[in-house]
């Protein structure tokens, strides 16, 4: 590990185990290492391709999982590998952590580097932990007594379809989906779907018990995106119609000082690195956030998420 990066860096040495071995044998330190840093880099190995990549993560997780309740337009590579967001790559996508909008989701995210890009194209990450700490404490306290709500609006033929987003054209299908992941759901007169979903801002890690500020409450946050782009959807939906944003649990807005207090502190707890060809990146999904930088050349990162978690026996 070096000062500028999060991840524990291993590299593969002359004559060491192919990377499916060496997870066998060291699995535990693997472990460890993403307990204590968020995020293992591994780097120098021959990983095969797709499934070869496949076979990286059954190694240490077991089955890749399927990507429900989807946020953002992904391509499916083979079975549940998935390229990174098809986002525009003159674009950021800020710092979050996976599907921590939802009331389950995966411990760890694997990402593999099919391509470099020409410049840039880092996945930027940040220690939860340490965002954390720099939150101001009232601020936290605020979202630590209300909660924090995502409302997302899917309308027809705008953005992500309901159909791709809960796999189904079917709506009752989709209702008790809704019903199930403690979703407020409502059908709106252009065909489209309305869901409200109010979540803990801080949670407990599984296994090492520390407090870590997960939660998609900026990312989703319209302030968030480039003012451009906020231009334009505003001119297109009212705030209650924008395709994703965030509140209180209670419904009532965030000032926009609090917004930015807190994407300061994303900043503020960022590191990144530069991909190398076949580069696997292992992410404790409720340690480290995640990004992307914007990027030049034909950038491709694969990935898939495993260890489904759903934090029922954690106190309120």
Not at 52 to 66: D, I, Y
Not at 213 to 232: D, K, R, S, Y
Request: with cysteine.
């Amino acid at each position: 590990m070096t000062a500028d990066t999060l991840a524990f860096v291993l590299e593969r040495e002359a004559g060491s185990p192919g990377i499916v071995e060496l997870i066998g044998k060291e699995a535990g330190h693997i472990r460890e290492r993403l307990h204590a840093h968020g995020a293992v880099l591994l780097r120098g190995f021959g990983i095969g391709g797709v499934d070869g990549f496949a076979e990286v993560v059954r190694a240490l997780s077991g089955e890749p999982l399927k990507y429900t309740e989807r946020s953002s337009p992904r391509s499916t590579i083979k079975g549940n590998v998935y390229t990174s967001t098809d986002y525009p790559q003159d674009e950021e996508i800020f710092l979050h952590t996976e599907n921590s909008y939802q009331s389950s989701w995966p411990r760890l995210l694997y990402f593999h580097c099919v391509q470099e890009p020409e410049t840039l194209g880092a996945t930027p990450l940040a220690d939860i932990r340490e965002i954390h700490r720099l939150i101001d404490p009232a601020v936290r306290a605020e979202f630590e007594r209300r909660g924090w709500m995502v409302v997302r609006n899917f309308h027809d033929g705008f953005g992500v379809d309901w159909r791709q987003v809960f796999n189904t054209e079917d709506r009752a299908e989709v209702e008790a989906n809704c019903r199930a992941k403690d979703l407020e759901f409502e059908w709106t007169a252009d065909g489209g779907l309305r869901t409200r979903g109010v979540r803990r801002a801080v949670h407990l890690h599984p296994d090492t018990g520390e407090q870590v500020w997960f939660n998609h409450i900026a990312l989703f946050h319209h302030t968030t995106l480039a003012a451009e782009v906020q231009e334009g959807l505003l001119e297109l939906f009212s705030e209650e119609d924008l395709p994703s944003n965030t509140y209180y649990g209670d419904g009532g807005s965030i000032p926009a000082e609090v917004m930015d207090h807190l994407r300061a502190c994303y900043r503020a707890a960022s590191t990144r690195f530069d991909w190398r060809h076949d580069d696997v990146l292992v992410v404790d999904n409720m340690l480290a956030a995640h990004g992307r930088e914007p990027f030049t050349g034909p950038r491709r990162i694969a990935v898939a998420m495993a260890e489904p978690y759903a934090p029922a026996g954690e106190p309120k």
